[in-house]
């Protein structure tokens, strides 16, 4: 309850009072009067000292009536006990009877000029407004519609240094009078109650008594709009200056602008928008266009079954917008935005609907339409058909977590994967242009588990198909074939990854042109082959190429120049150049973290680079320091048994190792390992990198029985292809190369290496 230019002091108050105190309570100031009640910012006195907002109702209004209301809204009031919503601490009534009540006051800024007065970025501003949900949601839990959201009812102050909002003024004059604070508006035709900027259509709407909590959703929306663009969905002049029918009729019928338009339409203006969220206007524009439109302009629905159904649902997919999940919002259909057009322009429609008559009555044009009519048939049955197989398909897949068929057994989701590799040779054979969209997608899954042989196996059946059915220059075949090349590459097959790339990268740069984000994805991918094969000079201009390219057609917070950016540090630090690697991933952390927020999952991937960086550059209490942060968050965020968290710990091992602490390192990675066989598997490539590091920690601990032991279980397990090149020249395994032992299990690496090459 902000202090505000039109606040008066006890003496300078046009409200006469007979008083200056009220019990414990020193009256101080006057925050605001409205038709009913009066706001003072008070002093407790007694038992302790604190200063309050007390809330009273007006000298001459105290009829039973009003009084019934007051108590009823105050008893409302107090079933609340939540931290975004104010708190109220006490009742009574003045010596002449006058009801009032004591609440928390709330010496804070709206919640839009707070996040413009920091500079808020987006996700800061979602994850402020997020808990604003909260507090509107546990209202409507008490049975509790604010119907009066706007952004002066909900105050922003720091606790802890961190911004707290709190709601304020749940209706408290909703029913008799103006806000205590700002304009409330009222129609002598029926009890409209609101701000007309941040009013549901059903508000608008005389006729309507049947309000419930989604009127508080609509209203969540348009702040939220207000917090991503820096306007209203509805400018002043779009609401102002007509009679009250007039604007009732403009808010229920007129549909808002996209954020992402509306940002593009401000022209000079946007500019101190994006400013105050630490964006450029064309970036604040590329960031709000897709899910956050589709989130907002949701909650603005006019049709409020089409409406997030609480403020717990719009908060929910906020949070999965934040945690790169799937949204559930999403643009309207086709045939939703016809019935909208057809409402809005039932005369023009009519017209048009008239002359379209007359047209259809030649018989040409029965003829086309008759044509176009079989074609629609025929697509929609070849559609029909296709959807059909997909979901027989998708069923087979989850028939093997069925009861009968698991037996009593726990089925993991990598098992009804595993099944469905097997069985989408023959369950899409039918559609083949499905099928391959299907092993893509599943070669895909694969990769990111790690599980490259799968995942080759899958891409490679995907491009076949696809250069069978669509062509060798199709877009979706050349998908395929880029991620095809990514599990040879993993699994050490570098010569075949080079030339699927080339062949890939020569055709984009043909078909899709040399700024295609496709083809400049392709550059990148070839520039890591190349510094795999320590071709560090022709991979570091690819990678250079790449990072330009995106810096100028994506802006430098994109993530794909982002990526361009790490490839390049990594060369960078393969190449010696630790000062121009550190530079790179110092300012890809800084853009990462700003962006995307700290805890996001290629943010810490930036800072598992940084901090391998430093370690080569000898700063290892910096880079011991960043690896622990990066576990903690991993482990907080991912879980401790994520893949990526298990790379944390492996990291931080390594570096022990590096510090000469053994037993710290045998400890942490022992743990690691048992983890990664357990979730992984033993064949896992991470799995294998594990135990070999173990048996390096073995070999400087002198037990080298044990130390050859785990090597050899790595090279069995997988990682012949590195081990065989890195065991003769890894300074840790000096010691044992006049063993015989040692030697012979050289050439067993190799041997294996050998084979799965061939294979």
Not at 79 to 92: C, D, R, S, T
Not at 426 to 431: F, N, P, S
């Amino acid at each position: 309850m902000p202090d505000t230019p039109d606040d008066k002091t006890l003496s300078e108050s046009s409200v006469q009072v007979s008083f200056t105190s009220i019990g414990p309570y020193r009256l101080i100031q006057m925050l605001g009067v409205g038709g009913m009640g009066e706001v003072w910012r008070a002093e407790q006195t007694v038992p302790f000292h604190r200063t309050v907002a007390l809330k009273l109702i007006k000298a001459g209004m105290d009829t039973n009536a009003v009084v019934a209301r007051f108590d009823s809204e105050r008893q409302a009031l107090a079933l609340m006990e939540h931290p975004n919503i104010a708190k109220v601490f006490e009742a009574g009534a003045t010596p002449e009877g006058r009801p009032y009540f004591v609440m928390e006051y709330v010496p804070g800024l709206p919640i839009t000029d707070y996040c413009d007065r920091h500079r808020l970025t987006i996700h800061e501003r979602l994850s402020l407004f997020m808990r604003v949900c909260e507090g509107v949601q546990h209202a409507h839990q008490k049975a509790i519609i604010h119907r009066d959201l706007k952004p002066s009812n909900i105050l922003v102050q720091e606790l802890d240094q961190k911004p707290v909002p709190k709601i304020i003024d749940f209706g408290l004059a909703k029913a008799t009078g103006p806000r205590l604070t700002e304009a409330t508006m009222y129609t002598e035709f029926g009890r409209i109650v609101g701000t007309p900027d941040y009013m549901s259509p059903e508000q608008a709407d005389v006729t309507e008594h049947n309000i419930d909590t989604r009127t508080d959703v609509y209203s969540l929306g348009v702040i939220l709009y207000e917090l991503l663009v820096g306007t209203l969905p509805f400018g002043p002049a779009e609401l102002r200056g007509t009679a009250a029918q007039d604007l009732l009729q403009k808010i229920r019928a007129k549909e808002p602008t996209r954020p992402s338009i509306k940002i593009k339409s401000l022209g000079k203006s946007s500019e101190d928008s994006a400013s105050k969220r630490q964006e450029e206007p064309s970036s604040l524009q590329r960031h709000l266009r897709g899910e956050l439109d589709w989130i907002t302009m949701k909650a603005l629905e006019k049709d409020r079954t089409r409406r997030f159904g609480s403020p717990s649902d719009l908060a929910a997919d906020l949070h999965r917008y934040l945690h790169q999940q799937p949204v559930l919002a999403g643009p309207p259909s086709a045939s939703y935005r016809a019935s909208k057009f057809i409402r809005r322009h039932r005369f023009g429609v009519a017209v048009a609907a008239a002359a379209a008559v007359l047209l259809i009555a030649f018989a040409v044009t029965m003829a086309v339409q008759a044509r176009h009519i079989a074609k629609e048939r025929d697509r929609a049955n070849r559609e029909a058909e296709t959807s059909k197989r997909v979901s027989q398909f998708m069923a087979s897949m989850f028939k093997v977590a069925d009861p009968h068929q698991a037996r009593g057994n726990t089925i993991t989701a990598r098992e009804i994967l595993d099944k469905a590799s097997k069985d989408i040779h023959t369950g899409l054979a039918k559609d083949p242009e499905v099928q391959a969209q299907m092993m893509h997608l599943m070669g895909g899954v694969y990769d990111n588990l790690g599980l490259y042989p799968q995942a080759q196996s899958l891409f490679a059946d995907a491009v076949e198909i696809r250069k069978r059915v669509l062509g060798p220059e199709n877009s979706d075949t050349l998908k395929s074939m880029h991620g095809l090349c990514r599990p040879l590459r993993e699994q050490g097959q570098y010569a075949e990854a080079e030339k699927l790339q080339r062949d890939t990268l020569d055709i984009e740069r043909r078909v899709l042109g040399n700024e295609n984000p496709e083809t400049l994805a392709s550059v990148a991918e070839l520039a890591i082959i190349l510094d795999n094969e320590a071709r560090y000079p022709e991979a570091e201009k690819l990678a250079q190429e790449a990072l330009d390219t995106n810096r100028r057609i994506l802006g430098v917070e994109d993530d794909q120049t982002q990526w361009a950016m790490i490839i390049l540090a990594s060369i960078f630090a393969d190449e010696g150049r630790l000062a121009d690697a550190e530079k790179l991933y110092r300012e890809a952390l800084d853009v990462r973290r700003r962006v995307f927020g700290p805890d996001q999952p290629d943010t810490l991937s930036v800072m598992d680079g940084y901090a391998t960086t430093l370690a080569m550059e000898h700063h290892n209490d910096e880079a011991e320091k960043m690896l622990r942060e990066t576990l903690d968050i991993r482990r907080r965020v991912l879980g401790s048994e994520h893949r990526d968290t298990l790379m944390s710990m492996n990291n931080l091992a390594n570096m022990q190792f590096i510090e000469g602490h053994y037993g710290e390192a045998e400890k942490l990675e022992r743990q690691t390992l048992e983890i990664q066989r357990r979730i992984l598997g033993p064949d896992h490539p991470d799995t294998a990198m594990s135990t070999y590091n173990l048996g390096g920690i073995a070999l400087r601990k002198g037990k080298t029985d044990e130390a050859l032991s785990l090597l050899r279980e790595a090279i069995d397990h997988g990682l012949a292809p590195n081990i065989a090149v890195n065991m003769e020249k890894d300074p840790d395994l000096l010691a044992l190369y006049k063993d015989p032992r040692f030697t012979s299990l050289v050439a067993h690496a190799k041997e294996r290496a050998a084979v799965q090459k061939l294979n």
